[in-house]
């Protein structure tokens, strides 16, 4: 397996036109003390969507990293994959995000539930197990357990086959990151424990571990939710994985994913004080606020990269329902609060740009048009080469803006001292 660094931030680039320009973050912020690894992450999904293949994330990375000269780690993601998916991301990748959502709530075998029972039976103390940094011991119980197998065995031993089938295929070196983020329920700290012995019993040396946390996390835009519950959660889920990897055999780099983490600025102090705190490590995944920084870009360009930008807009607005249904649990968009296509096709570059640009601060911003930009990548796609070749065009405004975004926005709030 190998061993991750303390702090990896995942960089999903859907064009796979940006690397440089990502890189160019972790390379100004290690020169400010703030060391972070690169991820550079994408699903099958949008590969078929955008109709690339996994091997041109792998070339991506591998240029910025000779361009810029980093010396560093770096790692190439096979995002949100699972047994039917996972091959043609063997070869390029060494990062797999095992993604078992769709089994989670599938009741496992009740001979399986009784097993899994009947061997962490040792953990169904009457004082409940200690566990350094939790201001309580965790009390479980045979019923308690039960539970948790009813709602995450199946999806555990799902994972388990997937990472079997990796490990059998693949010589080299890899990452294992398991994700649980994707239903409808938080995890208590108590089920990410009892998920850990499901996973331990497996054998799956998961490094970092996805949970669903308490309140929203929409694409693109800030944390909605009760940020003194987040707190608690993400603090004993902390003292969880710590213990979890001393007690079950875990790699000692066994840390937090926070998926959908890019833009919750509210989140950032909490995160960072508290990894702080542990001394623990943390991933973050961005996923597509890089496609949003692309389409500010343009529209701040002017010329032929607003055209662009507008023209992507009004292809989007009357396939509302068709781009934003996949994205339901994960948007809040009130279509009543976005400009009618001929108002937009008449703002500046400057204007669209303001409107898209996540600054709470600025009256222009419009996180309703910023989620719908986001889940609007598909229309970029279909534009096919007028899209690229005005990314190419317009390439050095881009840049600022993703590069911008990143150090700025996440990694300076979120590691910086």
């Known amino acids: ?189 108590a089920d990410l424990f009892l998920i850990l012995l499901m996973l331990a019993q497996e054998g799956v040396p998961a490094q970092t571990l ?51 983490g890019s833009d919750k600025f509210s989140l950032y102090p909490v995160i960072g004080r508290l990894v702080r705190r542990h001394g623990a490590g943390l991933h973050l995944k961005t996923a597509g606020t890089t496609w949003l920084e692309e389409a500010i870009g343009l529209a701040e360009a002017g010329g032929s990269g607003l055209a662009v930008a507008r023209e992507i807009y009004g292809k989007a607005l009357p396939l509302f329902d068709d781009l934003v249904g996949p994205y339901r649990a994960v948007v809040d968009i009130d279509p009543a609060r976005l400009p009618s296509a001929a108002a937009l096709a008449a703002w500046t570059g400057e204007q669209l740009a303001a409107a898209l640009r996540h600054d709470p601060a600025c009256p222009a911003y419009n996180p309703h048009l910023r989620q719908f930009f986001h889940v609007s990548f598909k229309v970029a796609a279909k534009l096919g080469p007028r899209y690229l070749d005005a990314l190419g065009e317009h390439a050095a405004v881009v840049a600022r803006n993703v590069t911008g975004n990143l150090l700025d926005r996440h990694l300076r709030p979120l590691l910086g001292a």
């Open 210 to 260: 996805a949970p669903k946390f308490t309140g929203r996390f929409n694409k693109g835009v800030d944390y909605a939710g009760d940020l003194a519950a987040f707190e608690r959660e993400f603090d004993a889920d902390l003292a969880i994985l710590a213990f979890a990897a001393k007690e079950l055999g875990f790699p000692p780099t066994l840390k937090l994913s926070v998926h959908s």
């Open 1 to 189: 397996m190998k061993s991750l660094e303390k702090f990896t931030l995942g960089t999903g680039d859907r064009f796979g036109r940006q690397g440089r320009a990502q890189l160019a973050a972790f390379v100004r912020a290690r020169e400010e003390g703030i060391d972070a690894c690169p991820v550079w992450n994408k699903s099958n999904r949008e590969h078929t969507l955008i109709g690339t293949e996994p091997a041109s994330v792998r070339a991506e990375a591998d240029d910025a990293v000779q361009a810029l000269g980093w010396d560093r780690p770096y790692y190439v993601d096979a995002d949100h994959i699972g047994l039917a998916t996972v091959d043609r991301f063997l070869a390029p990748s060494d990062f797999f995000t095992l993604d078992v959502a769709d089994r989670i709530g599938r009741p496992a075998a009740p001979d399986d539930v009784a097993a899994f029972v009947k061997r962490w039976e040792t953990y169904l103390r009457p004082g409940g197990v200690e566990i350094p940094g939790l201001a309580a011991p965790l009390v479980l119980d045979a019923a308690r357990m039960r539970e948790a197998a009813g709602q995450f065995l199946a999806a555990m031993q799902e994972a388990g086959k997937i990472y079997r089938h990796i490990r059998d295929r693949k010589r080299e070196p890899f990452a294992v990151e398991v994700s649980v983020d994707e239903t409808d329920r938080p995890q208590s700290p």
